[in-house]
């Protein structure tokens, strides 16, 4: 069938609807977006400072502030490396430091903490190796020991740390969100859920003396707990709470504070203390939601001394970047 003369063609009909200079504006206005958007991700990475001299950091994974000297941030790998630590100047990126935990295990390090100094102990570190993405381990396991020097190569024999095994109470769970509650005396961690819902769970400090009786006594030995079997049952962590988080995979407490900062993909939300009794009904309020920079994958959350919050990225180098926690005005 022949198409008359005064109907219009496809393309007759397209340009009749929108004129050249309508496309053209529109044009602009997408390219004009997207300029935006890289200009915005070159300002966000203009902020972060440069992760430099450990080439073997491939995945931050972990972040705690030093608690002996607050210019420093130390920080460990994914699941792949050794069982080791790095630190690094957080004003000019360069590392200052290395610890290596010699016979321990590095299935699926995920997060670290930082536990305050106390009358009769010093400020202390622990590490999570606490990553499941499968939900098939029996047990998890955290390390506690003495903060190192930030500005030495360390090696921690066995002797110089403590490890204590964790099972949850419902079965196993993936998780990569640690931080330490001084106020109630605890390790907590919190599942990283796939659906928007987060378990909280608490170990007490008291779990970390029958594990580390019983290492003594393998010692004592002249033997590790691996070998000799000595080595404490998991204990089993307790649920407190369960959060509408979705995908959490870092958490920190300003020590300042009190506020519990967690981390997403897309965003950070802040519990605030304020005048919450417990960290029970802390985790009970509304949470401020903060934007992530556009930056690579994030991972890692921590808080320094001065409440500002900082997180890291994964990938080599890794950039360690500031986060904007201002409340944008209305």
Known sequence: MKRLASEPSASDSFLTRYPVRMIVIRVVAVSCLALFAFAVADESKSNSVTLTGAPGLTESSGLSFSMS??????????????????????RSGRLTGTCELTSAKSVDWEAMTGVP????EPAKLIVADCGD???????????????PDPH??????????????????????????????????????LAK????????????????TSADAAKRDALW?????????????????????TLALPMATGADRDARSGDVWIASYFQAFCFERGRHSSLQEQLGGVPRAVEMPRLRQVEAIAVDSGSRVWVTTEGSPALLHPLSTETPTQ
Do not use: M
């Open 69 to 90: 000297d607050a210019a420093c941030v130390w920080t460990h790998n994914d699941s792949g490396d050794r069982a080791r630590l790095f630190c690094f100047d957080t």
């Open 133 to 147: 993405n499968n939900a098939v381990r029996e047990h998890i396991t955290l390390y506690r020991f003495a903060e």
């Open 117 to 120: 100094a106390s009358t009769d």
């Open 193 to 208: 859920g796939r659906l928007p819902i987060a378990a909280v769970f608490t170990v007490s400090d008291s779990s970390w």
């Open 152 to 189: 030495a190569q360390t090696r921690l024999d066995l002797a110089d740390y403590e490890s204590l095994q964790v099972r949850f109470p419902n079965g196993a769970v993936d998780c990569e969100a640690v931080w330490y509650a001084p106020d109630e005396n605890c390790t907590v961690l």
């Open 221 to 241: 030995e002249n033997d590790s707990p691996r070998k000799s079997g000595r080595g404490p049952h998991p204990v089993t962590a307790t649920q407190i709470a």
